[in-house]
């Protein structure tokens, strides 16, 4: 598989990720390029935050890869997610808006104005 797009933000691929009798991500992928805007929905409990949280390194992920820009990384903690410019604020704590109550939000670091929210 081609990961050299150069509009290629973020690509996962085959992440797993398991907690004591529960497999919170199986396989999963997803892919985000420049200009993109996704919105992950689901059932509670179907994993939307828990990716989310593999991404930015609050979770370390059981299996699978991740690129950033095309180029493979390990996220093993939110410091990794950092470096690459990456924030993910799943109380919606740094929000400016009151009717934000109760979103997720990932956004690139420096510019929480272009958050992209997450549903919970």
């Not at 691929?13 to 892919?31: N, Q, S, W, Y």
């Not at 409990?45 to 828990?50: L, Y």
Request: with cysteine; proline share 5%.
């Amino acid at each position: 598989m081609d990961h050299s797009d150069s509009n290629l933000f973020v690509r996962m691929e085959d992440i797993t990720k398991e907690f004591p009798g529960v497999k919170a991500l199986d396989h999963c992928r997803f892919e985000l390029r420049a200009g993109e805007m996704h919105a992950l929905l689901g059932e509670n409990g179907a994993g939307k935050s828990t990716l989310m949280k593999v991404l930015t390194g609050i979770y370390k992920k059981d299996s699978g890869r991740i690129w950033y820009f095309g180029e493979e990384r390990e996220v093993h903690s939110t410091i990794d997610s950092k470096k690459t410019g990456d924030h993910y604020d799943p109380s919606g704590a740094e929000s400016d808006s009151p009717s934000d109550g109760g979103s997720e939000y990932i956004y690139r670091q420096g510019d929480p104005q272009r958050k992209i929210p997450v549903p919970g």
